[in-house]
């Protein structure tokens, strides 16, 4: 009998949260406040100006009460983002009601019922479309795919944590490089002078790097799980699938496919690729993503003359089915609140640059990722992140003699890999997948560690040629 190893239990993600926000309340009592003098520029950006630092009076400590109050508004802060994922996962759930899904899986299953290749082919397919997705910044426009994901992974005999690690690592070494990231390289370089997504051709390099080293974390996964299944880690749950014992959401109705069906799936990835132009080429935001659903609901709707009723039942169900992660989504916004009313961060990066003067080249861009990383941890924004961050890395990359282009790739590879391993950004995800935020840890901290790795180096590697233009 094999003696199962105890592995700590994460508590509930939104405990996982307030802890942070106590954390951050005690952290406002002891980091000094300060703040950078900051100015409009032509082009209406915020820009800081990084020879202009006080230290000053804190305006209002954070209470007791404003602890609690800051949940509330990181609720209204965050319902952008809360409406689009409600109305997504509605519109996905409307897809799976009429059977569109369920038919698409089933052809799946009976290609790769038996066959070791075409189950690979299911992992190496999402993997590419959420790398994707995050070459493009999707970010929460890529929320409403996570359910449909697992489901199909798990349906072709995967554990549940396969099914989030192509997801993850796959967005990860999409999002990371930074091809053609708006929130971050887009942000940082128009900050700093440079064209918008120059030195795209060495990010094209990193990505394929990435992509290569996370697929590879989650091919051996799998290969190792469908040796020994007992390897899983979430064994207690796989080893009851493989007996048919746990059903899987999503897979339940099994459909077979017919013109409607066809229809759907054809219009669904039509839609999809729409959104990824104009999310990329037209700037649009959550706001019209969320639009084109509702559009794409009522086209479905029309075809397989569905009741309005029934309908509005669907949108109801899958907006339930992430309601969680809703919460988490409020929550992690209730962070930033507490720390924009402690006023530490500026504080934080004016210690962090005054440290850095005088220390080596690879030294400095080893310390500013790791800080970057670190302060991730509470800042998941990165465009908000790069608005602090920019002013004072550029004039520092100035001094040190390292290029501008450089110091934006510091930047972006320290906040692209956290996103997926920092509760902030990970918790809505494991919520979505359904899986313990300890045991998705237990798994990544190696895989993004080795990125993160890999990432250092390639960041030499760009400095040593002299990446341009700088």
Request: charged content about 15%; some cysteine.
């Amino acid at each position: 009998m094999i003696k199962k190893k105890k592995h700590l239990e994460m508590p509930h993600v939104l405990f996982v949260l307030m802890v942070i926000m106590l954390f951050v309340t005690i952290l406002s009592y002891i980091v000094p406040s300060g703040e950078f003098v900051r100015s409009t520029d032509a082009q209406g950006n915020e820009v800081v100006d990084p020879d202009q630092f006080n230290f000053i009076e804190q305006a209002d400590n954070i209470s007791l009460f404003d602890f609690f109050t800051a949940i509330y508004n990181g609720f209204v802060e965050g319902s952008t983002v809360i409406a689009a994922l409600f109305i997504s996962c509605g519109m996905i759930r409307v897809i799976e009601d009429t059977g569109s899904f369920g038919a698409g899986i089933t052809k799946i299953l009976e290609a790769g019922a038996n066959n070791k290749r075409i189950k690979l082919s299911v992992i190496i397919l999402f993997y590419v479309a959420f790398a994707i997705m995050g070459i493009l910044g999707f970010g929460e426009a890529s929320y409403p795919f996570f359910g449909i994901t697992t489901a199909t992974i798990m349906a072709v005999g995967y554990d549940r944590l396969s099914a989030i690690a192509t997801i993850m690592m796959g967005s990860c070494a999409g999002f990371a490089s930074g091809m053609l990231n708006m929130y971050t390289t887009g942000i940082s370089q128009n900050i700093v002078g440079l064209p918008i997504f120059s030195g795209i051709e060495y990010r094209f390099i990193c990505f394929l790097v990435f992509f290569t080293v996370g697929l590879i974390s989650v091919l051996l996964y799998c290969r190792m799980i469908t040796k020994n299944p007992e390897k899983s880690y979430v064994s207690d749950e796989y080893l009851r699938q493989l007996k048919g014992e746990v059903k899987i959401e999503g897979v339940a109705k099994r459909t077979k496919m017919n013109g409607k069906h066809i229809f759907a799936l054809a219009l669904f990835i039509i839609f999809l690729v729409i959104q990824g132009y104009c999310c990329a080429k037209k700037g649009w935001g959550l706001e019209q993503v969320a639009a084109l659903d509702l559009i794409y609901v009522v086209v479905i709707t029309i075809v397989f003359r569905m009741k309005p009723s029934t309908v509005c039942e669907s949108m109801v169900n899958g907006a339930k089915e992430v309601l969680t992660a809703g919460l988490v989504i409020g929550m992690a916004r209730s962070v930033m609140i507490l720390l924009d009313q402690a006023q530490i961060v500026d504080t934080l990066v004016y210690y962090m640059s005054s440290f850095l003067d005088g220390k080596s080249i690879s030294l400095t861009i080893l310390l500013i990722l790791i800080f970057v990383t670190c302060l991730n941890f509470f800042v998941d924004s990165g465009s908000g992140k790069a608005v602090m961050m920019m002013p004072i890395m550029s004039p520092l990359g100035k001094i040190l003699g390292i290029n501008q282009q450089v110091m934006v790739l510091t930047y972006q590879f320290g906040d692209g890999f956290t996103d997926y391993l920092w509760p902030a950004g990970a918790l809505v995800s494991c919520s979505l997948c359904k899986i313990d935020y300890g045991v998705w840890v237990r798994f990544a901290w190696k895989a993004l560690g080795a990125e993160l790795i890999v990432a250092y180096f390639m960041i030499l590697i760009a400095n040593a040629i002299n990446l341009g233009p700088f």
